[in-house]
């Protein structure tokens, strides 16, 4: 969630989210040039996959400590019903934009199109976390057993294709773009628990000297602050390039 004016941001929030922006885009960029057989990379194993996990682990952990914070700045403002309110409009956003993100993998890429992937994970993830935004302990606690639940969901399989967007996978399911409930609204729930430990009231419970106008931090904050646009724009971006690539070679 962002505020309206730039001067009450907090920069360390948009860094992060630009640094794990780039590192997406450098993931989807591999994907992409291995998908065009340009080079051959063991994506899912090894290293390279652990890296893959950490940069979605960011970017959704700050979608819980973003959340607290604009509670956090508003719950004295206006009242609470409007501050949720505002809350399901944006998730409901969020999941229309990657029903599109749907449809459009449906007709590209039909065997592998995204069922439930990161924007309608992030959508449902704002909406399901209205209860918890007061709690810290509860959202500790379920976080972590909601992200242990996913992680042993991932050793199974089923015989049932309805609770995909939960992480119940049916055998040899395959998709671009999975983010299921389980784990990743754990990581949100813990996202919420730091942002209240972090960020009290909204302010930094820190000291921390403002570097968003120094140089690559500022280009990285501005990354950060448009991540959505940015990751709507980057794969027509990077497979733009990669087919004139192609076209000269």
Known sequence: MRLKSADKRLWEI???RGIAIILMISFHFIYDLNHYTIIYYKLWT???????????????????????ISYNKRK???????????????GLKLVGLGLIIT????????ERFVIFGILHCIGVCIILSIPFLRFIKLNLILGNMI??????????????????PFGFLPPNYFTIDYFPLLPWFGVVL??????????????????????SSLGLSEKICFIGRHSLLIYFAHQPVLVGIIMVFMFFQ
């Open 14 to 16: 948009d860094f992060l």
């Open 46 to 68: 090894g290293p390279f996959a652990i890296a893959a996990s950490i940069t979605a682990s960011i970017f959704v952990i700050l979608v819980g400590i973003s959340l607290t």
């Open 76 to 90: 004295k403002k206006i009242f609470r019903f409007q501050i949720y309110k505002r809350f399901v409009k944006r």
């Open 103 to 110: 449809l459009v993998s449906w007709i590209i890429i039909p």
């Open 147 to 164: 992200i242990i639940s996913g992680l042993l969901l991932r050793l199974m399989t089923f015989d049932f294709q309805y609770l995909i």
């Open 190 to 211: 813990l996202g919420i628990a730091f942002g209240h430990l972090l960020y009290p009231d909204g302010k930094r419970r820190f000291h921390f000297r403002d570097r």
